[in-house]
């Protein structure tokens, strides 16, 4: 099955500042989708990428699936912006695989 | 209106017990799935149904049977349960392909 690997694992930003999460994966896939899943839980889908680029506000993400990667810019991060950011390729909607997710922490 | 909502949102029972959870989506998708997620946030696919039929089972006890009676409900049963269990199980759905939308998340703790 397809390996999905996040990196960094954790983050702690000053609010203001940018970054960028990566998502490699170790095959050719049809489907990506990044989620942010806040400190309640709750799991927001955040892009439907599997090629391209995409933004929405401060956040944007971009997929090259020939190289097998995505990555998810965050600018002018908020403290509304921790929680657990995963990403989850696959062939299809049927079966993502999700990464171990990176671990934001903004801080005011 | 909630898209995908599950019921109930948390669950405390005793081992051996069985117990239910119920999801509906009101978002008109084709698919519906269960997902578990353990305490160190691992996401992972137990079941998948298209129109009603199941289309994703991956390696899941016999202990766990989901039920779809119609495309915009997908239920999960679970007999006998056991510590392991413990866990926050997630109902979604999505068009055939296209963006996953999660339910609320139903929290799981086996006495």
């Known amino acids: 099955g397809i390996q999905v690997e996040q990196s960094p694992p954790d983050l702690i930003l000053q609010e203001g500042a940018n970054s960028t999460l990566r998502c490699n994966f170790s095959?050719?896939?049809?489907?990506l989708q990044w989620f942010h899943q806040n400190p309640w839980g709750q799991l927001i889908n955040l892009f439907y990428?599997?090629?391209g680029t995409k933004q929405n506000g401060r956040l944007s993400a971009t997929t090259v699936a020939t190289e097998r990667y995505s990555l998810l810019y965050i600018s002018s991060s908020q403290t509304t912006d921790s929680g657990v950011y995963f990403c989850?390729?696959?062939?299809?909607?049927?079966?993502?695989?999700f990464g171990s997710g990176t671990r934001l922490l903004v801080r005011p | 209106d909630t898209a995908v909502s599950q019921t109930p949102k948390y669950l405390v029972t005793q081992m051996g017990n069985d117990k239910s959870i119920k999801c509906e989506q009101n978002?008109?998708?084709?698919?519906m799935y269960w997902y578990k997620q353990d305490s160190k946030k691992f996401l992972k696919i137990m079941f998948s149904?298209?129109?009603?039929?199941?289309?994703i089972n991956e390696t899941v006890p016999n202990r766990f049977s989901p039920k779809s009676p119609d495309k915009a409900h997908l239920n999960l049963h679970i007999n006998s349960l056991e510590l392991g269990d413990s866990a926050v199980y997630f109902c979604?759905?999505?068009?055939?392909?296209?963006?996953?939308?999660f339910g609320e998340g139903s929290r799981l703790t086996v006495l």
């Open positions: 095959d050719s896939v049809n489907n």
């Open positions: 149904y298209n129109n009603k039929e199941l289309i």
């Open positions: 979604a759905s999505s068009p055939l392909t296209g963006e996953l939308f």
């Open positions: 989850a390729p696959g062939g299809s909607s049927y079966k993502l695989i």
């Open positions: 978002l008109g998708h084709d698919t």
């Open positions: 990428i599997p090629s």
